[in-house]
């Protein structure tokens, strides 16, 4: 497992030893507060808690995620490296995970990164410190998820920008399963139960009770199957299309 | 020792390897070569554990590279096709990812890396990304990346490729000077380097083995082996004055201006009689010599014309 640190921070430097890092940081920075005070309304509300900052979460993500996660795979097949990488003695989970953590990391840096807006509620209000914690988890998760589709379509193509394409697509999906606007598209006369292993299958669902501070277990269980289920997948993507 | 047997490898119907078998021992310098397409780069890549294999087996000193990868691995320096590395570090800060990963810690991981960047001369370009250098520099950052943990077995795809004249010759040094108690196996589409650098020389075409010998060897089954090279002053027909003399075949007039190639009919050297009947008919000569076999003929004529995209 030494090696999954060793590619883990070579993943991160390589983010950092080009502007894309910043590039990501400032425009995820930029967007978060467009969307938090001007069409969340976060003054308006007059309430002191973090909602209308998390909840345009996943819908940033949808654009940012895949952008990240568009060069993890399809660049070293482009390059070659994947060669060279996959030669050296190190287990191809190792590769697989190492470069996931290094860009979740990233997604976890520009999050953390703002934290002026969680000072802000703080000093106009009295907000639930740890319903905001939970939230901040909670998205960093579905960064997660969201990165874990885009390291899988990515190993699946030399080519960057179809890999954002898929990605930003399945990640749609993902994202809108669980929201209304998809449930009521649903024929009325599905089963309740395939209604509701749709709704859980979505992000929206999971996000939002952790988002109010609603700590399921379950729900960060889900988070991290997802993960794991769609990192197994890449690496199996990885080992087929090798030969190409 | 790399013992490879009856190797396969398939793209979906297309058998780009078609059961190799070869074994390469310590102290042997294999060099690989065929046309384009003919399997060279696949079989390598099979070897280094990149690909998996249709059917056979790769072993490593002894490691299965599909039951025992890591450990195959870590006997094995790879400087894959086209020299890939990751071009926005700087050749110090990738050849010391690569001593991490071969397991190197602390200072150790300096001294490596300062002894592979000795070897294939970067110190000049030690801190610039690796995105900028020229192509010569940037198949050296491959080189220094393949040979830091000293490998026991060292496998090198096209390692000249793109290098001037000089670097070339510095490339062959350096592979002669490690290669003493290792295992190299070079894919080439260089002739002259088999000659250069290897002790032994494996022509694939279509994936399969057609010729496996010396260099030396691989001369001998030229036309050209043995053949008299002459260079006259005026036209002369050679050919009548050479009528019946046993050992001697045809004479091929070559590109140059009243030159000609006696070529010998069997593997015997010819060169005596001719210099003799040389002398008795007072030949114009201007200049005479032994031709050695030509690889690149005895190349052309085991391999077939029909070019597969690789």
Known sequence: ?244 | MIEISRLTKKFEQFAAVDDLSFSVAEGEVLGFLGPNGAGKSTTMKVITGFLSPSAGSVMVDGFDIVQNPIEAKTLIGYLPEGAPSYGDMTTLEFLHFIAEIRGYRGEEIVARVQHAIKDVELESVAQQTIETLSKGFKRRVGLAQAIMHDPKVLILDEPTDGLDPNQKHHVRELIKNLAKDKIVIISTHILEEVTAVCTRAIIIDEGRIVIDGTPAELEEKSKYHHAVSVRLTQDYNLASDLQGVTGIGDVVKADEENSYTILASNSDSIFAKVSEIAQKKQWPVTEFHVNRGQLEDVFRSVTSQSQGGE
């Open chain 1, 1 to 244: 497992m030494e090696n999954l640190g060793i590619i883990f921070r070579r993943e991160l430097m390589g983010y950092f030893a080009t502007p894309l890092a910043y590039i990501f940081i400032v425009i995820f920075l930029i967007t978060n507060g467009i969307f938090t005070f001007d069409i969340g309304g976060f003054y308006l509300r007059g309430q002191a808690d973090l909602l209308p900052f998390f909840s345009f979460h996943p819908w940033l993500y949808l654009f940012m995620v895949p952008a990240i996660a568009m060069t993890l795979w399809a660049d070293e097949r482009k390059t070659g490296t994947i060669e060279l990488l996959l030669t050296l003695p190190i287990k191809l989970s190792e590769a697989v995970l190492g470069k996931f953590l290094a860009a979740w990391v990233l997604t976890g840096i520009a999050l953390a990164l703002t934290f002026p807006i969680w000072i802000t509620v703080n000093y106009l209000g009295d907000p639930d410190n740890g319903v905001i914690l939970a939230a901040y988890i909670g998205s960093w998760f579905m960064a997660g998820g969201l990165l874990a589709i885009g390291s899988c379509m990515s190993a699946c193509t030399k080519n960057s920008v179809i890999a954002f394409i898929l990605t930003v697509s399945i990640c749609f999906t993902f994202v809108i399963m669980g929201s209304p606007i998809l449930l009521n598209a649903l024929p009325a006369w599905l089963p309740q139960f395939i209604v509701d292993a749709f709704a859980a299958l979505g992000f929206l669902t999971h996000f939002d009770s952790i988002s109010k501070g609603v700590l399921d277990i379950r729900d960060f269980l889900y988070f991290t199957v997802f993960i794991a289920a769609w990192l197994l997948a890449s690496a199996i993507v990885i080992e087929i299309k090798k030969a190409n």
